[in-house]
């Protein structure tokens, strides 16, 4: 392991929006939509739950005519999502994120609350500014 890598916390989007479990499908599309965002924490309470994402949503979609009114969160959610916490190291999270196929990592603290969340996007800006940062030393500046 690399004693210099960044934590994740470096290039994780803090304090993301969540929606509460008993919500419903309807509530977490508009979520979406109006953040441009396609992965939403699920929480009861101030305890992350799971995760819900827009492609869950379209995936149950596809399948059969869902009422986004009356069927909740909880009913679609992913559980037990991949969490880690903030000062874990960037390359161990990317690297099993890899691995296992997942999209997003939820930050948890040390004592539960939830304090930010790590996506495939925040990934690519991580390997963009390694990239750049590489680019600018082999090129003398």
């Given at each position: 392991m690399i004693n210099n890598m960044p934590p994740v916390s470096k290039y994780m989007t803090p304090m993301p929006y969540t929606v509460e479990s008993d919500d419903n499908l309807?509530?977490?599309c508009d979520l979406m939509q109006e953040y441009r965002i396609r992965h939403l924490p699920v929480q009861t309470g101030n305890k992350t739950i799971g995760l819900i994402s827009a492609q869950d949503i379209q995936l149950l979609n596809s399948f059969q005519a869902v009422d986004l009114d009356s069927t909740t969160v909880e009913s679609v959610m992913?559980?037990?999502?991949y969490c880690?916490?903030?000062?874990t190291n960037l390359d161990f999270v990317a690297s099993h994120?890899?691995?296992q196929?997942?999209?997003t990592a939820?930050?948890?603290q040390e004592n539960g609350s939830l304090v930010g969340i790590?996506?495939?996007?925040?990934?690519l800006h991580a390997l963009a500014e390694v990239l750049q940062t590489r680019w600018r030393r082999e090129r003398g500046g």
């Open positions: 309807a509530r977490a992913a559980r037990n999502p880690v916490t903030p000062d994120m890899a691995e196929r997942i999209g939820l930050i948890i790590f996506t495939d996007t925040d990934a």
